[in-house]
């Protein structure tokens, strides 16, 4: 089936840094989303994105953070700068209704 | 807020035995209803989702009947199977805006 992937699997960065966290969506999906997993808590919502713009974000996206997919290409997730608590894993999704297609995540750490 | 809620963190079972993993709901709207399923090291696939028609949705031996009456939406099949040990994901989506809102999870393992 259709597949999103994302890159990098593992990311491992000091805090204050920047990071940039990439998903390949599925080639015709036009809608765009990302989620947090913190260690043993629930997947939530933070961000989803159409048509170039964001459409809703959740508390969690703080102003820290930005999306973006320039030149219809990645679909990108930013950090600046990170903190502790932004160790956790992040998933990418895109659909072209209500099915969403997940990739594998990246594992974030910051020490 | 809407919320899912998912009472068991963990289920074993033997092969051959029925599955039924729990998942309750809250929401102001009537939402639809999802379950992913995760294998180790891999992405979140969707199982199943809730049709507007109430009709029972089935995949992989797997069906989940949307309960209003009681905002339920469990998961059954009738014979688990080693290969159905995963994590099981249950979600809802309300209002069309898109985003999923999940439950805890529920670990199933399967033992021969």
């Known amino acids: 089936g259709p597949k999103v992937l994302q890159i990098p699997s593992h990311q491992i960065i000091d805090m204050g840094q920047m990071v940039t966290l990439n998903c390949d969506p599925v080639s015709n999906h036009l809608y765009f989303y990302w989620y947090k997993q913190i260690l043993g808590q629930q997947m939530e919502f933070l961000v989803n994105f159409y048509n170039g713009k964001v459409m809703e974000k959740s508390k969690l996206f703080k102003d820290q953070f930005s999306v973006e997919r320039p030149d219809g290409s990645y679909f990108t997730l930013k950090i600046q700068p990170t903190a502790l608590e932004d160790s956790a894993v992040y998933f990418c999704?895109?659909?072209?209704?209500?099915?969403?297609?997940f990739g594998p995540g990246t594992r974030l750490t910051v020490l | 807020g809407d919320s899912v809620t998912q009472t068991e963190g963990l289920v074993t079972l033997t092969e051959g035995l029925p599955v039924m993993l729990n998942c309750t709901y809250q929401s102001t709207y009537s939402p639809f209803l999802f379950w992913y399923v995760q294998h180790l090291n891999e992405a979140p696939k969707l199982l199943l989702k809730?049709?507007?028609?109430?009709k029972r949705p089935e995949h992989q031996g797997f069906h989940a009947t949307l309960h209003k009456s009681s905002s339920s939406f469990h998961l059954q099949k009738s014979s688990a199977q080693l290969s159905d040990s995963a994590l099981y994901y249950c979600?809802?989506?309300?209002?069309?805006?898109?985003?999923?809102?999940f439950g805890l999870g529920t670990t199933l393992q399967v033992q021969p």
């Open positions: 999704a895109s659909s072209r209704t209500d099915e969403q297609y």
């Open positions: 979600a809802l989506s309300a209002l069309n805006t898109g985003k999923l809102i």
């Open positions: 809730s049709f507007t028609d109430n």
